[in-house]
Structures are given as structure tokens and as C-alpha cells.
């Protein structure tokens, strides 16, 4: 896969806690930030696909179900993490 160089300023406590999240975990916090975001940027996009672009009242209510699923999978997953690097 090819790979692109971006620049991106965040918070320094979100920097802290990558920080701390790729040490213990022995990674790079580039290489922490780039698993972390291709997993959830392709699920947010593929919501955003299904949105229409100016969305009627009506598409948003029926999008609340669909966008509330891939919410609550998305958790189930990350639970699923945190057993796994907590498991003995």
C-alpha cells in the first residue's frame, strides 16, 4: 500500500495519550495512529456515502438507526482490544 506524509496538530493531551498508548504497546505512534484511523476512517465514510448530500428530515431519522449499529459494533471491537491486550 502506498503511503502519504500528512502534517496534523492536535491537542497535546491527545499527543500524551498516544504517546503513552504507542510505548506500551511497542509501536510507533505513527504506526498507532495509522491502524487506529484505517479502521474507523473507512466505516465513517461509508456512512457518509449513504448520506445524501442535503439530507430531508426524513433520510436523517432513517440514518439514525444505521449510524447508531455501526456505532455500537464499532465499541463491541474496541472492547474486544482492550481484552485482548489485557488477557494473561
Do not use: C
Not at 44 to 71: W, Y
Amino acid at each position: 500500500m502506498a503511503m502519504s506524509k500528512i502534517s496534523v496538530s492536535l491537542p497535546s493531551g491527545i499527543v500524551d495519550d498516544l504517546d503513552y498508548l504507542a510505548s506500551r504497546l511497542g509501536v510507533s505512534r505513527s504506526a498507532l495512529i495509522g491502524q487506529l484511523m484505517s479502521e474507523s476512517v473507512p466505516e465513517v465514510r461509508r456512512l457518509l456515502e449513504l448520506v445524501p448530500p442535503n439530507p430531508t428530515p426524513a433520510e436523517l431519522l432513517r440514518m439514525r438507526g444505521q449510524s447508531e449499529d455501526a456505532i455500537r459494533q464499532r465499541l463491541q471491537s474496541l472492547k474486544g482490544m482492550t481484552d485482548d491486550l489485557f488477557s494473561k
